[in-house]
């Protein structure tokens, strides 16, 4: 029975992508280790299928917090044994690609995002080349990889020859999805960080000349700031800040959606290229969308209408969503194309990748 450490640097509980691949493997035979780490606001372990295990840092942010946890997690592996080492994103490739050479086991690189250009880097010149560092010297030594959409993968592949297998972040097919009534859809929901070039701030400006309440589910760096700008606008009753949400209460909120929010900024490539998680989470839900025009939201839209694609202007914004509130028949379109896209982008056809993914690196699983 092969055994298989997962590390991230996020909070286990919310983070619904590892909880899916690292549920997979375990249910697939695999032992599975994920590991994280403990924020300030992080509650208690939920069970799974897995195991799991959270470091405690004194630093919480910053280039400190990167040496502390590669340390930390470093000196955790010291003398455990695994099969297989994967890096969820470069800043926990180091540690484990070194355990892995030692070792002389399989190192894996789940690139969630395009790192080195991630909107807290991509503006910081010193930062970005230290991290563009670390970045060629793990991917020119790596053999197996995947992310999350074919912009990414083509883009590692251009830069470093590195095949990357695609395996998208999608949810769980759940075969009878039940909606509410199109009158009972009363509120716009955000789910995700609160950051920069979230496209937020154009955002709260649409909702002055739309007759929506807005639910943003998420917390980050610009939290204060938008609930200061929602105050400044008179939008205090009408924007519901409702900070970190669990999985299963998010999937409820979602179903209740009049429309989800899914803006960015184009703020570097990993904006550019990025599929987000709330893509499928909205449509799984059978939520129409509002999108900005990046390569992989008009590249899948164009399957299935399944969002407004808009620019990233407050007054193109609220046309976009008046549309949809006084335009029924168009509205029920984007709904039923969402039920049609559920059938083929879910989880369970993804993790068919995922598990042929492994399969390169030992052959076939074993199955009880």
Not at 150 to 165: C, E, I, T
Request: aromatic share 14%.
């Amino acid at each position: 029975m092969k055994k298989i450490f997962l590390a991230v640097t996020t909070d286990l509980n919310y983070d619904q992508r590892m909880q899916r691949i690292c549920t997979t493997l375990a249910q697939a035979d695999y032992q599975v280790l994920l590991m994280g780490r403990t924020w300030p606001e992080s509650l208690p372990l939920l069970p799974r299928t897995y195991k799991q295990h959270r470091l405690n840092c004194f630093f919480n942010k910053g280039k400190l917090f990167y040496l502390e946890y590669s340390i930390r997690l470093f000196c955790y592996l010291l003398f455990k044994a695994f099969d297989a080492f994967v890096a969820i994103d470069l800043d926990t490739a180091v540690p484990l690609y070194v355990k892995a050479r030692l070792s002389k086991k399989a190192f894996v690189y789940d690139a969630h995002e395009y790192f080195t250009e991630v909107v807290e880097v991509v503006n910081r010149p010193i930062i970005q080349k230290t991290w563009l560092a670390i970045e060629r010297f793990i991917l020119s030594r790596t053999r197996f990889a995947y992310t999350v959409n074919d912009s990414l993968a083509r883009l590692f592949y251009n830069r470093y020859q590195v095949p990357f297998a695609v395996i998208r972040n999608c949810p769980i097919l759940e075969p009878d999805l039940t909606l509410p009534a199109p009158n009972s859809r009363d509120y716009l929901l955000y789910q995700g960080a609160l950051n920069e070039g979230r496209g937020l701030e154009q955002l709260l400006q649409a909702m002055v000349l739309v007759d929506k309440k807005l639910v943003l589910c998420g917390k980050g760096d610009k939290y204060d700031y938008l609930k200061k700008l929602s105050k400044d606008l008179g939008l205090q009753d009408k924007v519901i800040f409702k900070n970190y949400v669990r999985p299963e209460e998010l999937k409820q909120i979602t179903r209740n959606a009049f429309l989800g929010i899914n803006l960015l900024e184009n703020w570097g490539l990993n904006y550019y290229y990025s599929l987000g998680n709330k893509f499928f989470d909205y449509l799984h839900a059978g939520v129409p969308q509002l999108v900005v025009d990046f390569p992989e939201y008009q590249q899948l839209n164009n399957q299935w209408e399944v969002a407004k694609i808009v620019i990233l202007d407050p007054e193109t914004i609220a046309t976009a969503i008046n549309q949809l509130i006084h335009d029924a028949a168009y509205y029920d379109k984007l709904v039923q194309n969402c039920l049609i896209a559920r059938q083929h982008w879910n989880w369970q056809n993804e993790e068919k990748k995922l598990l042929d993914f492994y399969k390169t690196i030992w052959g076939p699983a074993p199955k009880i």
